[in-house]
């Protein structure tokens, strides 16, 4: 059986006299145990349980009650990698089957959660009274080992420690193996490495460091300060910092009960690249401080902004707080906005500042009035308020209807605003004229009226078509917006006429035959078919008045 401690001859009586009494002996179990860490000096094993030969990690390096030191907040510089486990068994009659690590993260203030919990694989068994890896056994001795490297998810991470608030915490471990004390094949027993119930406990601080400054109260004074807060109480740091780019340091400086560090008699600069070391680890704070004399910014009252091309204001040459300078500019543009840099004069402790100065461009005036009218028509009211804003008059003040003309509109006073002139057309109404037939004979076909005027005017007709039955009078309505007049039109419906002759029915054989006139009596013209009466034989003639005849 192997012991985590050294074994005096009393303790081995004292186990003689227990196993006689019991009746049963452990029969598997740990004799070495530690956790891996990773921190800024080191990536290795830390011990909780073994001695001598059998330790797994660095004699120095002992877990329990050890404070880890000091580490900036998601740094990544402690790291919870793993453990390794070395195992004894009775190859005859006992088993080992797995072991565990359980661990938890607490506030040392604050109340313990639950453990987390990572397997940790077989290794190697012993092979003629050494590991493969190092380190003496015994036949039935074994290794387990986990040790998680960076980038590994599955089937655990690397547990970054720093991830926590600021504060003081505890890592708390403790193991279990599992086997049997009387079979080699079972796992129905469980051991547990576990410091007599107390379990193994480290400490570390975490920290989350800031800058803050105070600065120089006089001109050109150095009881200004840099204050580095979020440290450790009472923890002592190397600090390096640059003034302005020369460097400072290192020096040891003490963080008092509030974690704070006060770097005093600083004038006036630039303070940066800030750098504490505690325990081995460096945190670079990177934040610029710029310490300066604030009570002596120069001020000066606001230039409003003005229009383009009037009268540019003049640069005072004296702050309203008394202090002394130039500008570049020198002069205000009146036509173009700018920014004007006022440079106080030298042994003011005054900084440059700068203003804007806005040159409003003239606004030109906008309208949305018909600019085209129907002679006659409603004339449009000339509106006292542009589209875009801008008020004013007119002249003249009202639209003729009968006359075209130019309308000037001239914006009221401080609108930085342009007058405009708008012409309004007159338009004189046309009348539509039409070439469709105005006289048709009755039942012909009627004439369609056209939606289109000769002279290209649009409109509608009442009534919309025309009867062929009917003389009748047809209105066309120019379309809403036309400068047309509406027109009527007259179409005549003439009836139908029979022509009449008074040509003999009847001759006699060889007698001289009657013409045939190409007018009836009732004034129709036309042509016969036949075109001559035959004095010979009885026969019929056909009158077809000409086209366009009713």
Same mark, same amino acid.
């Given at each position: 059986?192997?012991?985590?401690?050294?074994?005096?001859?009393?303790?081995?009586?004292?186990?003689?006299?227990?196993?006689?009494?019991?009746?049963?002996?452990?029969?598997?179990?740990?004799?070495?145990?530690?956790?891996?860490?990773?921190?800024?000096?080191?990536?290795?094993?830390?011990?909780?349980?073994?001695?001598?030969?059998?330790?797994?990690?660095?004699?120095?390096?002992?877990?329990?009650?050890?404070?880890?030191?000091?580490?900036?907040?998601?740094?990544?510089?402690?790291?919870?990698?793993?453990?390794?486990?070395?195992?004894?068994?009775?190859?005859?009659?006992?088993?080992?089957?797995?072991?565990?690590?359980?661990?938890?993260?607490?506030?040392?203030?604050?109340?313990?959660?639950?453990?987390?919990?990572?397997?940790?694989?077989?290794?190697?068994?012993?092979?003629?009274?050494?590991?493969?890896?190092?380190?003496?056994?015994?036949?039935?001795?074994?290794?387990?080992?986990?040790?998680?490297?960076?980038?590994?998810?599955?089937?655990?991470?690397?547990?970054?420690?720093?991830?926590?608030?600021?504060?003081?915490?505890?890592?708390?471990?403790?193991?279990?193996?599992?086997?049997?004390?009387?079979?080699?094949?079972?796992?129905?027993?469980?051991?547990?490495?576990?410091?007599?119930?107390?379990?193994?406990?480290?400490?570390?601080?975490?920290?989350?460091?800031?800058?803050?400054?105070?600065?120089?109260?006089?001109?050109?004074?150095?009881?200004?300060?840099?204050?580095?807060?979020?440290?450790?109480?009472?923890?002592?740091?190397?600090?390096?910092?640059?003034?302005? %780019?020369?460097?400072?340091?290192?020096?040891?400086?003490?963080?008092?009960?509030?974690?704070?560090?006060?770097?005093?008699?600083?004038?006036? =600069?630039?303070?940066?690249?800030?750098?504490?070391?505690?325990?081995?680890?460096?945190?670079?704070?990177?934040?610029?401080?710029?310490?300066?004399?604030?009570?002596?910014?120069?001020?000066?009252?606001?230039?409003?902004?003005?229009?383009?091309?009037?009268?540019?204001?003049?640069?005072?040459?004296?702050?309203?707080? =008394?202090?002394?300078?130039?500008?570049?500019?020198?002069?205000?543009?009146?036509?173009?906005?700018?920014?004007?840099?006022?440079?106080?004069?030298?042994?003011?402790?005054?900084?440059?500042?700068?203003?804007?100065?806005?040159?409003?461009?003239?606004?030109?005036?906008?309208?949305?009035?018909?600019?085209?009218?129907?002679?006659?028509?409603?004339?449009?009211?000339?509106?006292?308020?542009?589209?875009?804003?801008?008020?004013?008059?007119?002249?003249?003040?009202?639209?003729?209807?009968?006359?075209?003309?130019?309308?000037?509109?001239?914006?009221?006073?401080?609108?930085?605003?342009?007058?405009?002139?708008?012409?309004?057309?007159?338009?004189?109404?046309?009348?539509?004229?039409?070439?469709?037939?105005?006289?048709?004979?009755?039942?012909?076909?009627?004439?369609?009226?056209?939606?289109?005027?000769?002279?290209?005017?649009?409109?509608?007709?009442?009534?919309?078509?025309?009867?062929?039955?009917?003389? %009748?009078?047809?209105?066309?309505?120019?379309?809403?917006?036309?400068?047309?007049?509406?027109?009527?039109?007259?179409?005549?419906?003439?009836?139908?006429?029979?022509?009449?002759?008074?040509?003999?029915?009847?001759?006699?054989?060889?007698?001289?035959?009657?013409?045939?006139?190409?007018?009836?009596?009732?004034?129709?013209? =036309?042509?016969?078919?036949?075109?001559?009466?035959?004095?010979?034989?009885?026969?019929?003639?056909?009158?077809?008045?000409?086209?366009?005849?009713?």
């Amino acid at each position: 059986m192997k012991s985590t401690n050294p074994i005096s001859y009393a303790g081995i009586f004292l186990l003689t006299l227990l196993l006689s009494l019991t009746g049963k002996a452990q029969s598997f179990g740990s004799f070495a145990s530690a956790v891996w860490l990773s921190d800024c000096n080191q990536s290795n094993f830390f011990n909780t349980t073994g001695s001598g030969a059998n330790l797994i990690g660095p004699a120095g390096n002992v877990f329990d009650n050890a404070n880890l030191g000091v580490y900036t907040q998601n740094s990544g510089t402690l790291i919870l990698r793993g453990a390794e486990v070395k195992t004894f068994k009775n190859p005859a009659s006992s088993n080992v089957c797995g072991v565990r690590m359980h661990y938890r993260v607490y506030l040392q203030s604050g109340t313990p959660g639950a453990f987390n919990t990572i397997d940790i694989p077989f290794l190697e068994d012993c092979n003629a009274g050494a590991f493969p890896s190092g380190g003496p056994c015994s036949p039935g001795d074994q290794k387990w080992q986990r040790v998680i490297a960076d980038g590994t998810t599955v089937p655990y991470a690397p547990v970054n420690l720093t991830t926590y608030p600021a504060g003081t915490y505890i890592l708390e471990v403790y193991y279990d193996i599992s086997g049997s004390n009387t079979t080699t094949n079972g796992c129905s027993d469980t051991e547990y490495i576990s410091n007599g119930g107390n379990n193994f406990k480290a400490t570390f601080n975490i920290q989350s460091p800031s800058v803050l400054s105070s600065n120089p109260t006089t001109c050109n004074g150095n009881d200004g300060n840099v204050t580095l807060t979020g440290l450790v109480p009472g923890a002592t740091y190397s600090v390096s910092y640059t003034d302005d %780019g020369t460097a400072v340091g290192p020096i040891s400086l003490t963080a008092n009960a509030s974690g704070q560090l006060m770097i005093g008699g600083l004038n006036a =600069g630039l303070y940066s690249n800030f750098s504490l070391v505690i325990n081995g680890c460096t945190t670079n704070l990177f934040t610029g401080v710029i310490l300066s004399n604030p009570i002596y910014l120069p001020v000066f009252a606001p230039i409003p902004a003005f229009c383009s091309g009037t009268t540019a204001p003049t640069l005072p040459t004296t702050s309203q707080n =008394g202090i002394t300078g130039t500008w570049s500019p020198a002069t205000v543009s009146n036509t173009a906005s700018g920014t004007y840099t006022f440079t106080p004069n030298a042994g003011q402790c005054a900084l440059q500042v700068s203003i804007n100065i806005t040159v409003t461009p003239r606004t030109t005036p906008t309208f949305s009035f018909p600019t085209s009218i129907c002679e006659g028509a409603a004339a449009p009211t000339l509106p006292t308020t542009s589209n875009n804003g801008v008020s004013g008059t007119w002249s003249p003040a009202t639209v003729s209807n009968t006359t075209s003309g130019s309308y000037t509109f001239t914006p009221n006073s401080n609108q930085c605003a342009n007058p405009v002139t708008i012409n309004v057309t007159v338009n004189p109404n046309i009348t539509p004229t039409f070439s469709f037939a105005t006289s048709i004979c009755e039942g012909a076909t009627a004439p369609t009226l056209p939606g289109t005027s000769n002279n290209g005017i649009t409109g509608t007709w009442s009534p919309a078509t025309v009867s062929n039955t009917t003389s %009748g009078s047809y209105t066309f309505t120019p379309t809403a917006g036309l400068c047309a007049l509406p027109v009527t039109v007259n179409i005549t419906v003439n009836p139908i006429l029979t022509p009449t002759f008074s040509l003999p029915a009847n001759i006699c054989d060889g007698a001289t035959a009657p013409t045939l006139p190409a007018t009836s009596n009732n004034g129709i013209n =036309g042509t016969w078919s036949p075109s001559t009466v035959s004095n010979t034989a009885s026969g019929s003639y056909t009158f077809t008045p000409n086209a366009g005849e009713c």
